[in-house]
T-cell receptor, first 114, second 113 residues
Framework: GAVVSQHPSWVICKSGTSVKIECRSL??????MFWYRQFPKQSLMLMAT?????????EQGVEKDKFLINHASLTLSTLTVTSAHPEDSSFYIC??????????FGSGTRLTVV | QQQVKQSPQSLIVQKGGISIINCAYE??????FPWYQQFPGKGPALLIA?????SEKKEGRFTISFNKSAKQFSLHIMDSQPGDSATYFC????????????FGGGTRLMVKP
């Protein structure tokens, strides 16, 4: 089946540094990747939609300069949290869509900013 | 973004009982209604999903009931087990258009032995 590999699974970084999260589609081509953020005991909230070869579309309230999304190939989408601060600590999850079939999720990345 | 409302927020069920979680949606363009199970520190895992052309779908102990006219759908977990204790999310999307999933607020289920 369609698998999305997400790395790292967890990361701790110092405030002010940047962190890159990668999502790779292993056995299919993901033209669209969705990036979600989930705070403790809350639901998944869509941050942005990335499309291969074009600029990402960000949801209202999500800073595009802070959460840089790159979808340079059909098998790789990355989310970079720039100048991370403690309030960015969260669980980040990517998801690819296979039209008429369903969605496949990465395993998530737990980001802790200290 | 809250186009899918889920209830209850938390649920305690005795082992062997039936767990029922309900969701309501607003967007009539939605054509795909999945339920996900999530354990702490893990990504959501698909349990079961339904399309609007059927009113019920059953897979093992899990059943989705779908009411298109009321724009509601629910998850029934029969013979609930302690291992079912997790957070459950309903979601909805226009899958045919390749759009994103919109999630409900989640239900924390605890099944007591």
């Amino acid at each position: 089946g369609a698998v999305v590999s997400q790395h790292p699974s967890w990361v701790i970084c110092k405030s002010g540094t940047s962190v890159k999260i990668e999502c790779r589609s292993l056995d299919f081509q993901a033209t669209t990747m969705f990036w979600y953020r989930q705070f403790p005991k809350q639901s998944l909230m869509l941050m942005a939609t990335s499309n291969e070869g074009s600029k990402a579309t960000y949801e209202q309230g999500v800073e595009k300069d802070k959460f840089l999304i790159n979808h340079a190939s059909l098998t790789l989408s990355t989310l970079t949290v720039t100048s991370a601060h403690p309030e960015d600590s969260s669980f980040y999850i990517c998801s690819a869509v296979l039209r008429d079939y369903g969605y496949t999720f990465g395993s998530g990345t737990r980001l802790t900013v200290v | 973004q809250q186009q899918v409302k889920q209830s209850p927020q938390s649920l305690i069920v005795q082992k062997g009982g039936i767990s029922i979680i309900n969701c309501a949606y607003e967007n009539t363009a939605f054509d795909y209604f999945p339920w996900y199970q999530q354990f702490p520190g893990k990504g959501p895992a698909l349990l079961i999903a339904i399309r609007p052309d059927v009113s019920e779908k059953k897979e093992g102990r899990f059943t989705i009931s779908f009411n298109k006219s009321a724009k509601q759908f629910s998850l029934h977990i029969m013979d609930s087990q302690p291992g079912d204790s997790a957070t459950y999310f309903c979601a909805a999307s226009n899958l045919n258009a390749g759009n994103m999933l919109t999630f409900g607020g989640g239900t924390r289920l605890m099944v007591k032995p």
